[in-house]
């Protein structure tokens, strides 16, 4: 049934950015403290206190709008948009309307029919609301903080046609923002939020159906099961000979179903016009210039330059530049150890493994770029074997110490002496006489059974070249 009919989804993404302090006045942003404790005249709209525009968020947006190839605009212009509501003291929010600091821009997705470009309409600057804290004893209360934070709405065209590739932007788009460090990226606390419209039609048609605006939804799952809940929805309507009414619907993350907020009816008319209080934003040639070339290397470039430079799959670099902490700890990596792939395998394995298992980020990853290396050296010149380097990660964990230490202190050197070893070969095979005969018969096999139970006797030391190429011999009665 689904296929009679194309969807058509566009997204709003409020980000909220990073910097200290609020987008029209000095007040921290920092999340999480005693209410209205970071509020001032401006921010809690008294009348006369006048707002004055935060530089860095115009900046942040600017860089925004140049990793995504939008125009940014010389001129642009912060606009009121008029509505009531408790948490919004001044009776309208500063936003952008008529002219945004950015259009026009483009972002590309890989989908299963190859790349995608994927429409930027505009992104524009404005000031978050306050928020409302309900259940207390004295009733709903107000706590101010949050107003006036600064954010940055992202709109792209109605260009998805489908849930995975509207997650495919999502999350391309949440990199290039948690890359360019303009956004902190975290959906839970609602600092990536999104809103998406959802509509449908019969294939072939030109016009759209009437959508549906779907709200806030935290995460990429539920933005996932929102959007198709919402197909499903819309089609069952159509089906029966129904219309689908425009309106705003809330996810109802239990259910996984969406439910009508308020219809065209109750929408708001905002009756936005220019800030008084504000002067049109002017953006130099030389200011675009100069942050075009501080703009950080991006994941898609990141990604052909190790694929490129140090000769790893594209897999593993696609892994590896999904997070910029990750890409530069692997960049600070390569560089001191050389071997590419040796680093990616280690990043790619150990590191993220200690790391999920201890709840850490790789910024708090207490074995650095220089102690890996320092270790993977010694792999390299044969002191100790792949295996033991586990032992050895493990010890420079927990310690900080540096391989080189641990393995003197420790005595994990690897041996390659063959007197030493051949002692444990002969060993093992007369403790193993049936294993041998089956060997020898052909259960070729039995090779790594053998290996295994010297390594054991050896407790990991064993050179495993060296132990490979005498096993060999014995076994062939040499
Ligand atoms: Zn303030």
């Not at 990604?303 to 692997?330: G, S, T």
């Not at 002191?383 to 050895?392: L, P, Q």
Request: aromatic residues 8%.
């Amino acid at each position: 049934m689904l296929s009679k009919y194309e969807v058509v989804i566009g997204l709003e993404v409020h980000a909220q950015l990073t910097t200290d302090t609020k987008i029209f006045c000095n007040c921290s942003t920092t999340f999480g403290n005693e209410p209205n404790s970071q509020t001032c005249p401006v921010c809690l709209g008294l009348p006369g206190a006048l707002p004055v525009l935060n530089k860095k968020v115009v900046e942040y947006a600017i860089r925004t709008g140049l990793a995504t190839e939008c125009t940014i605009a010389p001129r642009s212009i912060f606009a009121r948009k008029n509505y009531f509501y408790p948490d919004l003291p001044k009776g309208y929010q500063i936003s952008q309307f008529e002219l945004p600091i950015c259009e026009h821009g483009r972002l590309d997705i890989e989908t299963d029919d190859g790349s995608k470009t994927i429409g930027i309409t505009r992104i524009h600057m404005e000031e978050d609301a306050g928020k409302l804290l309900h259940g207390n004893e004295a009733g709903s209360r107000v706590d101010l903080n949050r107003a006036c934070t600064p954010l940055m709405e992202i709109v792209s065209e109605p260009d998805m046609r489908s849930s995975d590739e509207a997650i495919a932007y999502l999350k391309k788009l949440h990199q290039i923002v948690v890359y360019l460090g303009v956004c902190d990226g975290n959906l839970e606390e609602g600092s990536f939020r999104c809103d998406a419209n959802v509509s449908i039609r019969p294939w072939g048609q030109k016009e759209f159906g009437t959508r549906a605006e779907l709200k806030n939804i935290n995460s990429f799952r539920f933005i996932k099961q929102a959007i198709d809940y919402e197909i499903e929805r819309q089609a069952d309507i159509l089906e029966e000979g129904g219309r689908v009414v425009q309106e705003t619907r809330l996810f109802d993350t239990a259910s996984g179903t969406t439910r009508s907020m308020r219809g065209k009816e109750e929408a708001h008319d905002y009756r936005y016009f220019p800030d008084p209080d504000l002067v049109p934003l002017l953006v130099s040639e030389e200011w675009i210039e100069r942050a075009r070339r501080e703009l950080p290397e991006l994941p898609a470039a990141k990604i052909e330059r190790f694929v490129e430079e140090y000769d790893i799959p594209r897999y593993d670099a696609e892994v590896l530049a999904a997070e910029r902490a990750i890409a530069d700890y692997y960049d600070a990596l390569v560089k001191l150890h050389g071997n590419g792939k040796l680093c990616s395998n280690w990043v790619m394995g150990e590191v993220q493994r200690a790391l999920n298992d201890n709840g850490l980020e790789i910024n708090d990853c207490p074995v650095t770029p220089q102690l890996l290396a320092g270790m993977l050296k010694r792999i390299d010149d044969n002191t100790i074997s792949g295996k033991i380097a586990k032992k050895v990660f493990d010890a420079m964990w927990k310690s900080g110490k540096d391989a080189d230490t641990i393995i003197e202190e420790q005595g994990l050197k690897q041996v390659t002496d063959l007197s030493a070893i051949e002692p444990l070969v002969d060993e093992v095979l007369a403790a193993n006489p049936g294993q041998v005969a089956e060997y020898r018969g052909g259960k070729e096999k039995l090779l790594g059974f053998f290996v295994g139970q010297i390594m054991k006797a050896s407790k990991g030391k064993a050179n495993p070249a060296t132990l490979n190429e005498l096993l060999k011999k014995k076994l062939a009665g040499e």
